[in-house]
C-alpha cells in the first residue's frame, strides 16, 4: 500500500516518480531514505485491471478494459533477435560501442583498428546525430564504415542496423564495431542484436559515472577506462572508478585504456579475439 | 531522449489492439513501468501527448503503474527489494543482485470504445 496515495496491490505502485533524476537516486541511495510516491490520480485507488474495468462500468456502457501485456520493446527486441542470428550463422562477433559524448569513442577506434592492421575482416556502423564526421576517420584506416544518422533520435536501435547490414561488407568470422550514439541513457535500453556491450568512460568524467547511469555499466560486459594518459594530470580515482562499477555490476571486465598512447589497445584486441573465438 | 522511441512504441501497440478490437476509440492506456527501466514519466507523458495527436488514442487518460525492482543475490539466493542497481544483498552485502522484477515496460491494457 503507498503511504501517499493510498493506492493498493502488492507489487505495483501508481506514481510517476522513478527513473528520472538520476541524481537524485544516487543521493536517495547514499541516505537511505525512502521513496516518496505522486500519485496520478488518487481517485482512482486500484491498480489493478479489475478495479479499473469496474470504475469503467459506470461511464459508457459500450467503454471496455481490454487486457493488452505487451512489451513496449518487443518490437526491438523481436528485431535484435533477428539480427543476432543473421551474425551467428555468419560467426561475426557484433560489439555495441556505448559511452558518453566526448569519451574519445572514435579515437579509440581509430587506434584499435589500426593496431588490428587488418589481421581481421573488420567493419564498422558509426551512429551519429548529425555527420559523417566519424564515419571518415574510420574509413581513413581502411575500414569500412557505414553511417547512420539518427536525427533527433539519441540512440541506435535494432531497425537500423538490421537495414545496415545487407549494405555493409561483412566477412564471415568477422568483427562489427557499432558505434553507438553518444549517450549514457538511451542506448543501454535497445537490443541491436550485439554479443556484448562494451561501455566506454574516459577519466575526464567522474568516477560516479556508474553510479549515476547504471543501466549502462549493468548492460556492460566490459568497460574501457580509456584516456589513461591524462591521469597524472587528474584526480580521477581509477580504483574507486571500478569499485562503482562493480557495484552495479560485479562481472564487468575493464581495460585501463589511452588512445593517444597506445595504452591497453592490445588487451582489447585480444579480449575480442577470445570472444571471437568463443562465438 | 528514448521516451519518443518508448511513446511511438506504446502509439503502434495501442493502435494494433484497437484495430483487431474494432474499436472507435481509446479512453485510456494502462502502462506498468519497471522502476529500474530507466524511464522518465514526465517525459514520456510528453512524448505521448506528440505522439498520440490525430490517432485513435488522441486525449487517453494515461495511468502507469510503478513495477518495484526485485532481485535475487547470485552469491546467497536471498530474495530482496532492489532500488538501484548498485543496492546490495541484504543478507551478505553482494553486489550485481540478479534482477527478476521492476525492468521491463509493458502496455498492460487499454480502455476501448
Ligand atoms: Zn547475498
Redesign the interface.
Same mark, same amino acid.
Given at each position: 500500500m503507498c503511504g501517499v496515495c493510498g493506492c493498493g496491490?502488492s507489487?505495483?505502485?501508481?506514481?510517476? $516518480?522513478? /527513473?528520472?533524476d538520476r541524481n537524485k537516486? $544516487?543521493q *536517495?541511495?547514499g541516505t537511505g531514505t525512502t521513496?516518496a510516491?505522486r500519485a496520478? &490520480?488518487t481517485r *482512482?485507488p486500484a491498480?489493478s485491471?479489475a478495479g479499473?474495468d469496474h470504475e469503467?462500468t459506470d461511464?459508457?456502457s459500450?467503454? !471496455?478494459?481490454?487486457?493488452?501485456? *505487451?512489451?513496449?520493446?518487443?518490437?526491438?527486441e523481436r528485431i535484435a533477435a533477428a539480427n543476432r542470428s543473421w551474425l551467428a550463422e555468419r560467426r561475426i562477433l557484433a560489439l555495441n560501442l556505448m559511452s558518453s559524448p566526448g569519451s574519445g569513442k572514435t579515437s579509440l577506434l581509430v587506434r584499435a583498428l589500426e593496431t588490428l592492421g587488418g589481421r581481421l575482416p573488420a567493419a564498422v556502423i558509426e551512429g551519429d546525430q548529425q555527420t559523417e564526421f566519424d564515419a571518415e576517420r574510420i574509413r581513413a584506416t581502411g575500414v569500412p564504415a557505414l553511417q547512420i544518422n539518427t536525427g533527433? /533520435?539519441?540512440?541506435l536501435?535494432a531497425d537500423m542496423v538490421a537495414r545496415a547490414l545487407p549494405r555493409l561488407p561483412l566477412a564471415e568470422r568477422g568483427l562489427l564495431l557499432i558505434e553507438n550514439v553518444g549517450n549514457l541513457?538511451?542506448p #543501454?535500453?535497445?537490443d541491436l542484436g550485439e554479443a556484448h556491450k562494451v561501455v566506454i568512460l574516459s577519466v575526464t568524467e567522474g568516477e560516479d559515472k556508474?553510479?549515476k547511469y547504471?543501466?549502462m555499466?549493468?548492460a556492460a560486459d566490459l568497460m574501457l577506462l580509456n584516456k589513461a594518459d591524462l591521469l597524472p594530470y587528474l584526480s580521477f580515482d581509477v580504483e574507486r572508478a571500478i569499485e562503482?562499477a562493480? !557495484?552495479?555490476?560485479?562481472?564487468l571486465e575493464v581495460i585501463l585504456t589511452s588512445a593517444t598512447r597506445g595504452d591497453g589497445i592490445d588487451a582489447w584486441l585480444a579480449w575480442i579475439e577470445r570472444e571471437r573465438a568463443s562465438a | 531522449?528514448?521516451e519518443?522511441?518508448?511513446a511511438e512504441?506504446?502509439r503502434?501497440? $495501442?493502435e494494433e489492439?484497437a484495430t483487431m478490437?474494432a474499436?472507435t476509440r481509446v *479512453?485510456?492506456i494502462?502502462? =506498468?513501468?519497471g522502476?529500474? #527501466? #530507466?524511464?522518465?514519466?514526465?517525459?514520456l !507523458?510528453f512524448c505521448l501527448d506528440e505522439v498520440l495527436s490525430d490517432s485513435i488514442a488522441e486525449g487517453a487518460e494515461v495511468?502507469?503503474?510503478?513495477? @518495484?525492482g526485485r532481485g535475487r543475490c !547470485?552469491q546467497c539466493g536471498t530474495l530482496a527489494p532492489i &532500488?538501484?542497481?548498485?543496492? @546490495?544483498c541484504p543478507s551478505c552485502g553482494?553486489? /550485481?543482485l540478479e534482477v527478476l =522484477?521492476g525492468d521491463?515496460?509493458?502496455?498492460?491494457?487499454?480502455?476501448?470504445?
Open positions: 496491490g507489487e505495483a505502485r501508481i506514481g510517476s $516518480v522513478f /527513473g528520472g537516486r $544516487v *536517495r541511495a521513496q510516491w496520478i &490520480d *482512482r491498480a485491471p479499473l469503467s461511464r459508457a459500450v467503454a !471496455r478494459l481490454q487486457r493488452v501485456e *505487451r512489451d513496449i520493446l518487443g518490437k526491438n533527433k /533520435g539519441c540512440h536501435d541513457v538511451c #543501454a535500453a535497445f556508474p553510479l547504471p543501466d555499466f549493468a562503482y562493480h !557495484r552495479v555490476n560485479p562481472r | 531522449m528514448h519518443l522511441s518508448l512504441g506504446i503502434d501497440i $495501442v489492439t478490437e474499436a *479512453r485510456r494502462v502502462l =506498468e513501468i522502476a529500474l #527501466a #530507466a524511464v522518465d514519466a514526465d517525459a !507523458r495511468d502507469v503503474i510503478e513495477v @518495484p !547470485r &532500488d538501484e542497481r548498485h543496492t @546490495p553482494a553486489y /550485481g =522484477e521491463r515496460m509493458r502496455v498492460q491494457a487499454v480502455e476501448l470504445e
